[in-house]
């Protein structure tokens, strides 16, 4: 697998776009590991780093609050679920 950034998100892409159960089944046998990793890695960098960054929170809707990406709650989108956007005030109350 090529290990060029952004290849992921491109097949990643392609998967959501997939209509066929049997294809997309398929890919995600080959993709999903590279996936799992890839979300290890970043929760990782996002542990040591912790980025102070603003949004809406998912847990109780509150706009413009610091919030971190919650990847053990996912959100359905068009496409691929996104991880939930948390913040503190509901990190500190899920903790
Ligand atoms: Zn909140």
Redesign the pocket.
């Known amino acids: 697998m090529p290990r060029e950034e952004g290849v992921l998100e491109r097949l990643e892409t392609v998967l959501a776009g997939e209509a066929d159960a049997k294809v997309r089944a398929i890919a995600e046998l080959a993709v999903g590991p590279l996936i799992a990793e890839r979300e290890r890695r970043d929760l990782g960098r996002m542990r040591r780093l912790e980025p102070t960054r603003r949004g809406k ?1 998912d ?2 809707g ?1 706009r413009d ?1 610091p919030v971190r990406e919650d990847l053990e709650t996912r959100i359905p989108t068009a496409g691929l679920p996104r991880a939930a956007l ?2 503190r ?2 990190d500190a109350r899920a903790a």
Do not use: D, N
């Open positions: 929170c847990f109780c509150e609050a948390i913040c005030g509901c």
